[in-house]
């Protein structure tokens, strides 16, 4: 709204619209400072929410298959092909977890002033690693549909 506003204000003069211009280039990245700061948070949520899910199942899934006494019992060795592509979707959103983990790391390692920065020219993509976490986990839990569907088949 005050943009608009000093928009037609600063039409009339040249002088005053290269300084509005000037002023907004500015702005720019410092605007992206509370963006930043919410999509970290976001990424934090996101990620304990699926450690916490995949945790769970992957218990479940050790107690159920990979245990001593019941591993890959005939009933489980039907569907071998579904185990691997279980794992290997797991695998692919823990290694996108520990993408973010990383980043969090090198972002923490650096000063206050460095974080700025980074958080000024958005330095991280934040809301690609979050957007690629979310595609991982979905494609997981496709396949943990999938997986599910077919020991009630066996």
Known sequence: MANNFMKDVASASPALSIAWTGINVLLQPLLSLPKEAATR????????????KTGMREELYHRRYESS????????????????????????????????????????????PAQIARDMMSWNKWDSLKE???????EFDKVQ??????????
């Open 41 to 52: 948070a976001e990424c934090l949520e996101l990620i304990s929410s699926i450690i916490a």
């Open 69 to 112: 006494k019941t591993s890959l019992d005939d009933s489980a060795a039907k569907f071998v092909r579904s185990h691997v592509e279980y794992k290997s979707a797991l695998k692919e959103l823990y290694v996108c977890v520990l993408r973010l983990q990383a980043t969090f790391v090198m972002y923490l390692s650096h000063g206050t």
């Open 132 to 138: 690629e976490i979310r595609t991982k986990d979905s």
């Open 145 to 154: 549909e999938v997986f599910k569907d077919m020991e009630y088949q066996v």
